[in-house]
């Protein structure tokens, strides 16, 4: 009876996991102040794992320890931290992602439920992507000013999320079928021009010019035939569907870099280093965990986050989770290296991430703990016999 119960229970955390994780790209959409439907489903999730006494055992895997000690560290910047409050609530968010990671990584134990695990994300962040397309649809070509989508969230990060989709796309996706693909790689092209992200649009084509190259290596018929007709449909879209004022956004990405008119990033990323260049205390050990708005507000009194999650970990936890982190990421790459089958595509699951880091504020937000559970499960199942076949 106890066993039937424990099965059940485990079933249960598994359900409950992908929910939590494709509710990930909703948790912007808030149903009252601080309450969101991703929190209420995390709430069951860690009260079935209690239940299921044995999903609570630590795997002793290289990322998972990496995040541990990170954890651990930014825990104890609450002693000298800039406001001690602030970081405390901010090291309950990093326990909350460690056990979610903890959870799955012991919840995941097989490749089918790896890909249902990719799946639930992909769902969640296609139903942004609609619900984006729709709305910008309803409003950019009846305002004559740039509209940019913000009813779900941050544009940047709801940018980063449906590429990062894409991305698990195609690692799960099986050989046949690729018109179907090829479609919803278009489809997500649509949504990221919708949201207006610049940061975005240049994740999108990094990760479509790879991912390209690799069909073409393959010798895919479909590639030779699909892809440019889908190419030449996105061009066609950009050039006559979409607003002039957007188009003026994107095209002059290049001209902005030259100019530093980055939305006031490099500003704030130059301020950031007079102040660490000043308080040489901050370069080994940090500001405290979190407090990287308050400490920036106090010099210039504007509450600004530091829209680079380099330098947000370089500036509250100093040097020494800096390296820590530093070292989360290279057991990353490992991870992918010594995956048998060598598709570029793989790497993607690292490079997409880096790139949104550059501009966006990561470190409140579960994607980077997530992103390791990711990438080990997709090695350690590489590693089967069933994987190497269903993928080729």
């Avoid at 990170?70 to 000298?80: G, H």
Wanted: hydrophobic share 50%; net charge positive; glycine share 6%.
């Amino acid at each position: 009876m106890k066993g039937i119960t424990h099965c059940k229970m485990k079933r249960l955390t598994y359900i409950l996991s992908l929910i939590v994780v494709g509710l990930t790209p909703l948790d912007a959409i808030t149903l009252s102040e601080g309450v969101t439907f991703g929190r209420i489903f995390y709430i069951l999730l860690i009260i079935s794992a209690l239940l299921s006494k044995d999903l609570f055992k630590v795997r002793l895997n290289k990322y998972v320890g990496a995040l541990s000690v990170f954890s651990l560290w930014a825990f104890v910047t609450f002693i000298w931290s800039f406001n001690i409050e602030t970081t405390i609530l901010r090291c309950l968010y990093l326990i909350q992602y460690l056990l979610l990671v903890i959870i799955l990584n012991n919840v995941i134990d097989d490749e089918r439920k790896f890909r249902a695990l990719c799946w639930s994300w992909v769902v969640g962040a296609l139903y942004i992507g609609w619900n984006t397309i729709v709305n910008f649809s309803q409003h950019s070509f009846v305002e004559n000013e740039l509209y940019r989508v913000s009813e779900f969230g941050n544009s940047n990060e709801n940018s980063f999320m449906l590429c990062y989709a894409m991305v698990l796309l195609i690692v799960v996706w099986k050989g046949a079928r690729r018109l179907y693909l090829y479609a919803i790689l278009l489809f997500a092209f649509l949504a990221i021009l919708a949201n207006g992200s610049r940061t975005g649009l240049l994740m999108y084509l990094f990760m479509a010019g790879i991912f390209v190259l690799s069909e073409f290596k393959k010798n895919r018929r479909a590639a030779f035939f699909v892809l440019p007709a889908i190419i030449v449909i996105a061009i066609y879209i950009v050039l006559n569907y979409l607003p002039e004022s957007s188009d003026e956004r994107f095209l002059n990405i290049s001209e902005d870099i030259k100019e530093g008119n980055l939305a006031n990033r490099q500003w704030i990323w130059r301020v950031a280093f007079d102040i660490l260049s000043q308080r040489e205390r901050y370069i080994l050990v940090g500001s405290g965990w979190g407090t990287f708005p308050e400490v920036f507000q106090s010099v210039t009194g504007i509450y600004y986050g530091s829209h680079n999650f380099y330098i947000n970990i370089l500036f509250t936890t100093g040097i020494v989770g800096f390296l820590i982190v530093m070292y989360y990421l290279i057991f990353c790459w490992e991870y992918i290296r010594r995956i048998p089958s060598k598709k570029i595509t793989y790497y993607l699951l690292l490079y997409i991430p880096l790139i949104s880091m550059m501009t966006t504020n990561w470190e409140s937000r579960r994607w980077w703990f997530l992103m390791g559970v990711f990438i080990y499960k997709l090695y350690e199942f590489s590693i089967t016999t069933s994987w190497k076949k269903t993928n080729e």
